[in-house]
């Protein structure tokens, strides 16, 4: 029989946990997580990290195996999971990736261009460039040094702007140029099923989850992660609009308005990303049956 790889995506809060959850048990199998910031410790509840009762269900990877110092990139994720895959298709024939974080979801499935690795003494020069010049001057240098990447680029991402200009500086070529985005052929079949629900009843449950995180103890959370939050493992929706409100910036009920509606807008760029990959079946949450016919029919 052939390795299935069973990606389960979707926007933050479209209900992909308890799918993930019963698809695991009805194969008889372990999840492995594609969520850039469940990998972190000390991150549970702002993250919806897997409860202790949901690891006891299911065996779950890639889940606080990381500290908050730790630096950590899609690349690594990429070569994690494939060397993860080999060990768990000796034993299962079938296995569930299931998260929202766009790129590791890409890394896995299609692999990552092989960009050169930026020297410190680059990154130290484009960050202080960014501190004393500020955002709009390296956006217009990239214009000038790779206008293809310019007109694609999110341009209020500095980590995005920075890093294209850093490869800009060492290679003497443009970013784009190693971009090649050539898809890596993987030794397993990959089954991509997507959940999506209209925009409002998406919002709903964003603002409810929210509002379930800060009874839960978000805050508490947040205020124990408070030293570290410089760190980018923290720059992070729920955590940066807390930080404000202990640095007195903002109000507390001003801080959880913040945090619903960066939610609501992380959720419409995932969509669009997920929009553009035409392998993805869709299906609402509650076509449970029609999921589970549906992956039946398609493993092999």
Known sequence: MTNNLVVLIGPTG?????????????????????????????LKIGTAAPT????????HHLVGTLQLTDYYSAAQYEAEVIQLLDSLFQKKDTVILTGGSMMYIDAVCKGIDDIPTVDMETR????????????????????????EYYSIVDLKNHKRVIHALEICYMTGKTYTSFRTQKKKERPFHILKIGLTR?????????????????????????????????????????????????????????????????????????????????????????QEKEIFAYLRKMIK
């Open 14 to 42: 479209v209900g992909k946990t308890d799918l993930s959850l019963r698809l695991a048990e009805e194969f008889h199998t372990h999840i492995i997580s594609a969520d850039s910031r469940q990998l972190y410790g000390y």
């Open 52 to 59: 202790a009762e949901q690891l006891n269900r299911v065996p």
């Open 124 to 147: 130290e020069l484009l960050l202080q460039r960014y501190e004393n010049e500020g955002l709009d001057r390296l956006c217009a240098e990239l214009k000038l040094l790779d206008p």
């Open 198 to 286: 209209e925009r409002e009843e998406l919002y709903n449950r964003i603002n409810q989850r929210v509002d379930s995180m800060i009874k839960d103890g978000l805050l508490e959370e947040a205020k124990a992660v408070y030293p570290y939050r410089h760190l980018n493992s923290l720059n992070t929706v729920g955590y940066k609009e807390l930080f404000k409100y202990f640095d007195g910036e903002w109000e507390l009920s001003f801080a959880i308005e913040k945090m619903k509606q960066n939610s609501r807008i992380y959720s419409r760029k995932q969509m669009t990303w997920f929009k553009r990959d035409s392998d993805i079946k869709w299906f609402h949450p509650t």
